[in-house]
């Protein structure tokens, strides 16, 4: 079929005002990046909390080599060493290698007096990974019996935690393996603080036989 000039500059305009301007596009938002926490040469960032129960002042961090070495000291006490910052919701990854036994943990949101959300890495003979434990508080509120399948003896472990809303809801990965997926209740969560540090654990031990807990690539990214 034949188009006249007409015809043709009358589609050609139809078409044009069918297709319109094109869209503005509008970026999202970009996601906030993660940010190594631990320089691997100095403990800038971190410190040791003094207004815990004074059981839980004692223990020792170095860095040797990259690594944050935690361990008893004096003998048979352990503590913390916790970030300069305050956080609330946020992802924290890093690896950690534990001797066997020893038994650490990451302490979310943990306030100036302990109080916090423990996310548990026991490599003694209870061989807890992932449970959800309340310090000063209730005590163990989720258990992650799987946690332990997924943990390599005397090597290097990928560690992702995630720390959202209020009441919490506290995710755990070990080694890309999805462990914990756990949401609070307002009464569960009660008189844990909303922020707070972030605190690395070397557990006590009265016949002195945990070892060593070691830290590296510590990021955090902040929600």
């Known amino acids: 079929m034949t188009?006249?000039?007409?015809?043709?500059?009358?589609?050609?305009?139809?078409?044009?005002?069918?297709?319109?301007?094109?869209?503005?596009?509008?970026?999202?938002?970009?996601?906030?990046?993660?940010?190594?926490?631990?320089d691997g040469k100095t403990l800038s960032g971190w410190h040791k909390p003094q207004d815990v129960p004074a059981d839980y002042r004692g223990g020792k961090w170095d860095v040797i080599d990259g690594t944050l070495v935690g361990d008893q000291d004096p003998p048979g006490m352990?503590?913390?060493?916790?970030?300069d910052k305050i956080y609330r919701d946020f992802i924290i990854e890093f690896d950690i290698n534990l001797d066997e036994p020893a038994d650490s943990g990451v302490f979310l949101r943990m306030g100036e007096d302990g109080k916090n959300h423990q996310l548990t890495l026991d490599n003694d003979h209870n061989k807890k990974f992932g449970d959800v434990y309340l310090s000063w508080g209730r005590g163990t509120v989720h258990e992650a019996p799987e946690g332990k399948r997924h943990f390599r003896q005397g090597d290097w472990n990928a560690v992702k935690i995630q720390i959202q809303g209020e009441p919490a809801r506290i995710q755990f990965w070990l080694n890309g393996v999805a462990i914990t997926?756990?949401?609070?209740?307002?009464?569960?969560?009660?008189?844990v603080p909303k922020e707070g540090r972030i605190g690395l654990q070397i557990h006590d031990g009265a016949d002195n036989s945990y070892g060593k807990v070691r830290y590296r690539n510590i990021r955090v990214t902040e929600l």
């Open 78 to 83: 352990g503590g913390f060493l916790v970030t």
């Open 181 to 191: 997926d756990f949401q609070h209740t307002a009464e569960a969560t009660s008189g």
């Open 3 to 38: 188009v006249t000039t007409t015809t043709l500059a009358a589609s050609l305009g139809l078409g044009a005002l069918l297709i319109g301007p094109a869209p503005l596009h509008v970026s999202a938002q970009a996601p906030t990046p993660s940010v190594a926490i631990f």
